[in-house]
């Protein structure tokens, strides 16, 4: 257990997933400049809504350092360590939104981004998924999705919607679902990653 935990990089997930809840406490106001693609120059992507970037990116970094192989032979299963990691890093996040200015959208956005991710890495590889997620919420916000946010710009929505969270809860739903099932594709595909 301790070297899936090395393996995978649980402290620093855990570690990003605290510095995510700290930024969102506190600089609720800075925003990125993202350049608009269907009116105006710029709209401003919340600093807040694009720090929870980072502790999925570091999951997805320490899945792909893992060898399947090797796993699946263990002595003791570690097939349910990742998606019970992934459910607790949403659960941790989730109990401590209840102190954290925005802490539902917070959590809701590692939700929906950490599922987006699991998708991805499941129909293509680890290092695209990472490159899809980081991509999304610059692709909502140059969009369109900040003014008047729709359903596809489920990030950018404030903490008390609804809709935003069942697109989310979705998400990350259809990403857990994902470990039931083989990759789409072959594992040896990236052995260097």
Do not use: C, K
Request: charged letters at 10%; a positive charge.
């Amino acid at each position: 257990m301790i070297w899936w935990f090395r393996v995978r990089a649980a402290p620093a997930v855990l570690a990003s997933l605290l510095v995510v809840l700290a930024t969102a406490t506190l600089v609720r106001t800075s925003e990125v400049p993202v350049p608009s693609v269907v009116g105006g120059l710029t709209s401003g992507l919340p600093l807040r809504f694009l720090a929870p970037l980072l502790p999925v990116l570091l999951l997805l970094y320490g899945q792909a350092r893992a060898d399947r192989a090797m796993e699946r032979v263990a002595a003791r299963g570690v097939r349910w360590f990742d998606p019970s990691f992934a459910i607790g890093m949403v659960a941790i996040a989730g109990a401590v939104s209840v102190v954290v200015p925005d802490g539902v959208a917070v959590t809701r956005n590692i939700a929906g981004y950490l599922g987006f991710a699991l998708l991805a890495r499941w129909l293509s590889t680890y290092r695209l998924a990472m490159a899809l997620v980081s991509f999304l919420p610059f692709a909502v916000t140059s969009s369109g999705g900040h003014a008047n946010p729709a359903l596809w710009g489920w990030p950018l929505h404030d903490g008390s919607s609804a809709p935003a969270l069942a697109v989310a809860t979705a998400l990350f739903l259809l990403g857990l679902a994902t470990y039931l099932r083989p990759p789409l594709r072959n594992d040896t595909e990236e052995t260097d990653a």
